[in-house]
């Protein structure tokens, strides 16, 4: 396996492959076919194309067909995992006015004359 991503660095990655929510329980494997036109780096740290400028390959170089190619069920449970945003403004609302309450801020609201 080459290009492993975990933790943090993961959860910042894993929205461009189609992974907004959730990313610390969905993991994503890229596996190239046998006759994908790349070979191991001298080392076995990275894979290199073989044609061209033998570039390094990048598995963001692969983002928008693993985007496509999600298959419904991880659609759905990436949207089970996204938060409510309704809930979540609610609960917004509710602290800022804890925060103005503890503070003893007063605002005016507006009138209708």
């Given at each position: ?5 975990t933790g943090r660095a993961w959860t910042i990655e894993a ?31 990275f894979l290199r194309y073989i044609e061209g400028e033998q ?59």
């Open positions: 396996m080459y290009a492993v991503l929205p461009i492959y189609g992974v907004p929510f959730g990313a610390k329980h969905i993991s994503v494997h890229i596996e190239l076919p046998d006759q994908a036109h790349v070979r191991p780096e001298g080392y076995r740290q570039s390094q390959v990048e598995p963001a170089q692969f983002a928008s067909e693993v985007l496509d190619h999600r298959p419904e069920w991880l659609i759905d449970l990436i949207h089970s995992l996204a938060p409510n945003s309704a809930d979540a403004q609610d609960e917004i609302r509710n602290k800022l006015q804890d925060m103005l309450n503890k503070l003893r801020v007063r605002t005016t609201s507006p009138r209708l004359d």
